[in-house]
């Protein structure tokens, strides 16, 4: 069966989408689903932060140009859990330099050749901004997680998106499955309920019910090239990405 | 200061235009390949918006091959009757989709048994679904074989940026810098 594919996206950069991506992929993998995380970020924050730093393994970059299968390209970083890195070259497919001009299907291709074997879900973590990696991933999937804090810029940024998504619907005539993930809440603020409720108003049942607390713990983490599950188990910031991890299976949402 | 709730900390709620924006989008479109079916094979997606070979039929494109227009116009002679060497200009509609799409194809079909050279005024577009983009590839291939000139002219944002989402700027020579690619 093909696995749910699914971009984490947001072109604000630090809402979390990487550790939302990490986290959540391990909080999967540790419920038993075989879980693969594409890091399409040429920064590959999200190799680092599961602890694999050999930084000119090729990756997705390959399997984008044609040169390689995506099973080639996984990695078993954890139990039930794949990575597949950036790669080198994946800078020069942002900015168009390999792979023919303007191509946006090169992901989708990648990903529709993978047999997926046992595969239950698959994240990919998008880079900050909105050029040709992520009209990959925009061509690629058929579902979105945004990752959103819970500040004022953070509700502009979500317009922004919205606006593209939105242009992407049309031009590529599909409907979007979007869930909204509020990954860095900082409790006992107005502002971040009044933010919450905003996107409540837009967005109904759209928004999974777990909150993904601000802590220092979940900062501190990927330094250390370990998941929350792994840096501090039992934690309150583990808990909300278990919690998570059941709203994303089961469709909990807000 | 519109639509909150003074009680709110948020003055100025930036999604407003998400309820006011119009519901509207194409029904139903060609699915681009591969994106519904794709589970069966790999070589049905394969290189479709690669091809650049105009001397192949268009039968052995695999990426017009689910297009019944295309088929139609690949039975057309390839040897066409004498025409006008002047130009003739096709506007496109505002909204080109589905359901314009076969009205549009009469009109490039009876210009391209009319003249040599045809501009495609696509100024005026806004919306312009895959089948179209489809219709006009498979449109300035077929141009090309018979030696007639297609060009699209002052095409708008919104048709460069759907040709260039979809990997086809270069062939529809729409091309244009990366930048501005939302
Ligand atoms: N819930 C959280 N609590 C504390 N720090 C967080 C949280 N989520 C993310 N961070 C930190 O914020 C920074 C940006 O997060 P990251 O996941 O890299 O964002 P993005 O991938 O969207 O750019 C990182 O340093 C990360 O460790
Ligand atoms: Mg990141």
Known sequence: ?254 | MAENDDASLIGYDPLAWLQHAEAARPAASWPLPGTEAEASSQDANQEWVEQTDTSEQADDDGWVNDDATAHAWAADDPAPAPTSQQSLSISLATVQNMQAVAQLYQRLLSALNETDHIDIDASAVNQIDTSTLQLLLVFKRTAIKQNKRVSIDFPSERFIEAASLLGLSQLLAVDHAAAGFF
């Open chain 1, 1 to 254: 069966m093909k696995p749910r594919i699914v971009a984490v996206l947001n072109q604000k950069g630090g809402v979390g989408k990487t550790t939302t991506c990490v986290n959540l992929a391990h909080a999967l993998a540790k419920l038993g689903k075989p879980v693969t995380v594409i890091d399409l970020d040429p920064q590959h924050h999200l190799a680092v932060a599961l602890g694999e730093v050999a930084v000119d393994r090729s990756g997705i970059d390959a399997v984008m140009l044609g040169e390689r299968s995506l099973q080639e390209q996984m990695l078993s970083v954890r139990p039930c859990l794949s990575l597949v890195v950036a790669g080198p070259r994946l800078q020069a497919i942002e900015q168009l330099s390999e792979g023919g001009s303007h191509r946006g299907d090169l992901l989708r291709r990648g990903l529709a050749a993978c047999p997926w074997l046992d595969q239950a879900v698959v994240l990919i973590d998008c880079p900050p901004s909105s050029g040709i990696l992520v009209a990959n991933a925009l061509f690629a999937v058929d579902e979105l997680l945004v990752p959103m804090t819970s500040d004022f810029m953070a509700l502009q940024g979500l317009s922004h998106l919205m606006g593209t998504l939105k242009k992407f619907e049309q031009v590529l005539a599909k409907n979007y499955r979007t869930t909204l993930v509020m990954s860095r809440y900082i409790s006992n603020r107005r502002l971040s309920e009044d933010v919450l409720t905003t996107i409540k108003k837009y967005f109904p049942n759209q928004v999974l019910r777990t909150l993904i607390r601000e802590t220092a713990l979940l900062a501190e983490c990927p330094s250390f090239g370990k998941t929350i599950f792994e840096y501090r188990p039992g934690c309150r910031s583990a808990q909300d990405f278990a919690s998570l991890a059941v709203d994303f299976i089961e469709g909990r949402v807000m």
